[in-house]
């Protein structure tokens, strides 16, 4: 389970700014969703917001990934207007504040990631990998940003209806090869994948792919894991969202040694802690 794979492409261009995996990396999720599963309804204040931007900064975070749209399983439907009147004048407020910060566009509307590349983002992170918008991965090709794509059927509405595999790891590796192909006639250079937690997955087939994550090293991109107090965790556990960081982190080191680049985590501190134990291994 060896994290370095000399064939893959382990940087990431960010208008410019190069940004090296082969160090792994974490992201921090900033939500301005009413309806999170876990921090719904906390950042909904200019105050709230850059006081939880600058937590993640000082505790670490490479990335602030934003989102304005609650992928979690039967989230509300929200429209594109309201998903743009939230994320972004948030984009611009933190970068007004942190101007150096990279920030990623949690979003599968490509209208959406345009604007607020627009206003100064420098990632897409689609969790439908273009199959809920045809005009994403056109639109990533012309914007020149790096693109991270989830594996993911169906809708946060439908997802956990779709939870049925011949062979789940097969299927998840052609959905990739399907996708990465594609991406690339558009151009998009710089491609992360993200095996997609808790989308259309069962809580057991969760853990299989947990622990079969360094097959996808076979595909040639950098890898996103987001376990971050999902219910794959507190489920488990037997506890609560709020009471399983813990257990977030036993499987943020699990995931950093099954190959991921970047950890996509509600707790940079600790998910930093993890990066530099692994980074002494």
Do not use: W
């Not at 000399?6 to 992201?27: A, E, H, R, W, Y």
């Not at 439907?77 to 150096?100: A, D, G, H, T, Y």
């Not at 069962?202 to 792919?209: I, R, V």
């Amino acid at each position: 389970m060896n994290s370095k794979n000399n064939t893959i492409n382990l940087s990431l261009n960010c208008k410019g700014q190069l940004i090296d995996l082969s160090t792994p990396k974490v992201m921090g999720i900033l939500n301005i969703t009413p309806d999170s599963f876990y921090d719904g309804g906390l950042f909904k204040d200019p105050k709230s917001i850059l006081a939880q931007a600058e937590k993640l900064i000082l505790e670490g975070a490479t990335f602030i990934d934003i989102g304005a749209y609650s992928s979690r399983p039967g989230a509300d439907f929200v429209s594109e207007n309201e998903e743009l009147q939230r994320i972004v004048p948030v984009v611009e407020l933190i970068l007004k504040q942190f101007p150096n910060v990279l920030i990623s566009i949690d979003s599968f509307r490509a209208k959406v990631v345009r604007e607020c590349v627009d206003a100064g983002a420098v990632i897409s992170n689609d969790i439908s990998a273009g199959h809920l918008d045809d005009q994403m991965m056109k639109t990533v090709g012309e914007l020149k940003i790096p693109y991270i794509m989830m594996h993911m059927r169906g809708t946060p509405q439908t997802m956990q209806t779709l939870t049925n595999y011949n062979h789940l790891i097969n299927a998840i590796y052609g959905y990739f090869s399907e996708r990465i192909q594609l991406a690339k006639q558009h151009r998009i250079m710089d491609l992360v994948i993200d095996p997609g937690f808790g989308f259309a997955k069962t809580l057991s087939q969760n853990y299989e792919l947990l622990g079969n994550m360094a097959f996808f090293q076979n595909l040639n991109c950098p890898m996103l894991c987001g376990v971050s107090r999902k219910s794959m965790i507190y489920k488990t556990l037997d506890c609560t969202a709020k009471e399983a960081l813990n257990g977030t982190t036993a499987l943020n080191m699990v995931s950093l040694l099954n190959g991921a680049s970047i950890l996509r985590v509600h707790d940079v501190k600790e998910a930093m802690e993890c990066v530099k134990l692994f980074n002494q291994l």
